[in-house]
């Protein structure tokens, strides 16, 4: 993780008092060794003795130019020691001490992070869409330009991990682990810098998954030539809901049910069909997807990117298409352990659904 402008400053403060503490004791050293003529040691039992103002008796008897460099060393050693006391304290109650540590603690978690999501820009709109990816438990990296709202997303816990940066520079998602990473969105508030941001991804990785946050109408053919794969237009999308929620509301209310996670009775999901699935090269009729009156499918996007919409559950399914499906939480988890199961083993179940199907139908 990258030290955001204040922790970076935060760091260097602290290394120079401490660097101005030891300063102290190696001058005092030298000063005792050069007046006094005493021992290296000696010097240095007798600077920490005085500078720490323990009041221990005096190493040796001092000269008159000892008595007067030990009331300079004095004065200076216990002035140090006091603006960095007095610097922890203050770091400590602030909270600045705490996310510096925190940024130590989940650099090495970052570092292993793969198949994660980058979610540039931690405004309202980044902080919902960390809120919806961490209610499915995946991880995520948030990039802030603004030190103060990293910090402050460090703090209130809201992410993992939380990073200041500038999100259109190579080496800002780098650090980020883009190269890792499963899929990135861009939802800064200007298009200029959206646009960066996808060619930089795009560059440094091929296959990542990117969606773009538009502000203007003509910016959204931009960033898809950019290299982002889906763009999305708060204005249009925001106007769109609106008309529909006049013209047809219980069309919205439908939709936000199934969309929102918050909503416990109804969801929709897709699930990707791999290599090794129990439906890859079959139906969902095959293993009795369609018994359970808790799932319907709604569509199949197929690997070609061809949309079939309620194609039934005698439609063959196939390696890279994408089966869409409405339905109560916990068959959609049930569809998923099994689909998860099915593609770390290998093996084809001849029914994976038949709990589900028997729980539907008691």
Known sequence: MIATAPQSSLLRHLVLSFLSVLAVIASGTAGYVAIEGWSAFDALYMTVT?????????????????RGFTV????????????????????AIEGELRVLLGQYRVGGRMRALKNHYI??????????????LNSKALPFVVIEKNPEIAAQLQRDGMVAVAMEGDATRDEVLTQAGVQRAKGLVS??????????????????????YIVARAGDEGSERK???AGANRVSSPNISGGMEIAQALIRPAVLDFLELATQSEHLDLQIEEFAI????????????????NHDRGLIIVAVKRKSGHMEFNPGATVRLGEGDRLIVLGAPP???????????????????????????????S
């Open 50 to 66: 005085t500078v720490t103002t323990v009041g221990f008796r005096e190493v040796h008897e001092l000269s008159r130019a000892g």
């Open 274 to 289: 791999e290599q090794g699935s129990p439906l890859d090269g079959k139906a969902p009729h095959d293993c009795g997807l």
């Open 187 to 208: 939802v800064v508030n200007s298009d200029l810098e959206n646009l960066y941001i996808v060619l930089t991804a795009r560059g440094l990785n091929k296959d990542l």
């Open 223 to 225: 960033l898809l030539r």
């Open 331 to 361: 068959s959609l988890k049930h569809l998923e352990s099994i689909l998860r199961l099915g593609s770390a083993t290998g093996r084809v179940a001849e029914s994976p659904l038949t709990y589900a199907s028997e729980e539907g139908g």
């Open 72 to 91: 300079v060393l004095i004065i200076s050693g216990v002035g140090t020691l006091f603006y960095v006391l007095s610097n922890l304290a203050r770091l």
């Open 119 to 132: 979610i540039c820009g931690g405004g309202q709109m980044g902080r919902r869409i960390g809120k919806e």
